[in-house]
């Protein structure tokens, strides 16, 4: 779990070539996928006449699809011995969605091209962070997570900024900006295909990854670390609400995609030394500080009135992300072994993607009920929870990452 500081090696040119692809071919796609999620929940609003609830319902939908195909696609990496092959797949079926966003006439086009860009994004997933885990060097298995993390979430802001400017240059014309998406995510395919070279397979055959004696293999340590991950996800909603709290007040259209431009800065400078400091440090502690820092961004939210206090809230969340979201794919690489770290991965998004569509369920009801106020006032209770409940497991997670 920890490492001397000293060390030269430690740093970022030691990090592997093949985790730095990774890392910008996850920065395209998020290009990609940013200029068209920073609008959508705007666009099926205001333009199609949806719900709050309806989008809700239609994130969480969408995210928990892509948690379940992330089962079969680790499992099937782990049969196959082949995780790259996977990833490319599933960046592909991402990259002919795209069109499908600018084409659609009405919201079940838009939901059908989400659920399907889901489902790339649930064959890649697994198979990816696996093919990070077998890259990476033990000693920089935090920083690696950390960096391939950062470089995702630098996309996740230059995309809202190009949407932002994009609206600018054709007078809020959203088709155009979803045209302009297109680009980036074929750039991602065609540098996985080039840029990448996976490692020889480690560890021994494992035939049916799915199977209870296989699963077993995973081990205690594995299992609170999804048990505690998914409380994490019951605390944070889908950021499509951070959309929302904007358009509510009174944010103009061309704007609104800051809020998720400003949410990922934070996320992205954070994001890497964070996962650093958990290579040296605990990462059980630098988890409850990530929800300490949730627990302000909803407070933030609730309580303080106008763009102070989106502007405030939304740093703090994008700075929870970036304190939590490496970390916990580093406890899973940590306790999961080699040969089934397609199948840990999978299942770890499976448990947390369920908790993302019930935690996006309650919010949109919320929503639709009480208004912004109530909805982040809930996030920060479960948030004050999971913190309790880390404190409590402190000691069996740990485990996990030692």
Not at 142 to 168: C, H
Request: proline share 5%; net charge positive; glycine share 10%.
């Amino acid at each position: 779990m920890t490492t001397n500081i000293s060390q030269p090696q430690d740093g970022l040119r030691s990090i592997p070539a093949g985790i730095w692809a990774l890392g910008f071919v996850s920065m395209l796609m998020d290009i990609s996928s940013e200029m068209i999620h920073a609008l959508l929940p705007v666009y099926m609003v205001a333009v199609l006449g949806t719900s709050a609830l309806a989008v809700g319902i239609i994130e969480g939908v969408a995210e928990a699809t892509a948690s379940i195909t992330k089962v079969f696609s680790g499992a099937l990496s782990d049969w196959l011995g082949k995780r790259k092959v996977l990833a490319v797949i599933g960046y592909g079926i991402a990259a002919l969605t795209k069109p499908i966003f600018p084409l659609a006439p009405t919201v079940e086009w838009l939901v059908a091209a989400r659920f399907i860009d889901r489902v790339g994004k649930g064959i890649r997933g697994a198979p990816r962070d696996a093919l990070v885990a077998d890259i990476a060097p033990p000693h920089l298995r935090g920083a690696s997570f950390g960096l391939r993390q950062s470089l995702d979430t630098i996309g996740a802001f230059l995309g809202p900024l190009l949407a932002i400017s994009l609206m600018w240059l054709t007078a809020d014309h959203f088709e155009a900006v979803f045209w302009a998406a297109v680009i980036p995510a074929f750039l991602a395919v065609a540098l996985l295909i080039v840029a990448v070279r996976e490692p020889k397979r480690a560890g021994r055959h494992v035939r049916m990854p799915l199977r209870r004696d296989e699963l077993g293999r995973l081990g205690a340590r594995y299992w609170w670390v999804v048990i505690i991950g998914t409380v994490f996800t019951l605390a944070r909603f889908s950021e499509a609400f951070l959309v929302l709290r904007a358009q509510s007040d009174g944010l103009p259209f061309m704007l609104i995609p800051a809020i998720l431009v400003v949410m990922n800065i934070a996320y992205a400078l954070s994001a890497y030394p964070a996962g650093v400091l958990s290579d040296r440090v605990n990462r059980v502690a630098m988890l409850a500080i990530g929800l300490i820092l949730l627990i302000a961004a909803d407070g933030l939210l609730a309580l303080v009135p106008g763009i102070v206090g989106l502007t405030a809230g939304v740093v703090f969340w994008g700075l929870h992300m970036g304190f939590t979201q490496g970390l916990f794919a580093a406890l899973v690489a940590d306790a999961a072994p080699p040969e089934l770290r397609g199948t840990g991965f999978g299942m770890f998004n499976l448990v947390t993607g369920v908790g993302l569509l019930l935690a996006s369920f309650i919010a949109g009801i919320l929503w639709d009920m009480v208004g912004p106020q109530g909805t982040f006032l809930v996030g920060a209770t479960f948030a004050f929870l999971a913190l309790i409940g880390l404190t409590l497991l402190r000691d069996r997670l740990l485990s996990a990452s030692g």
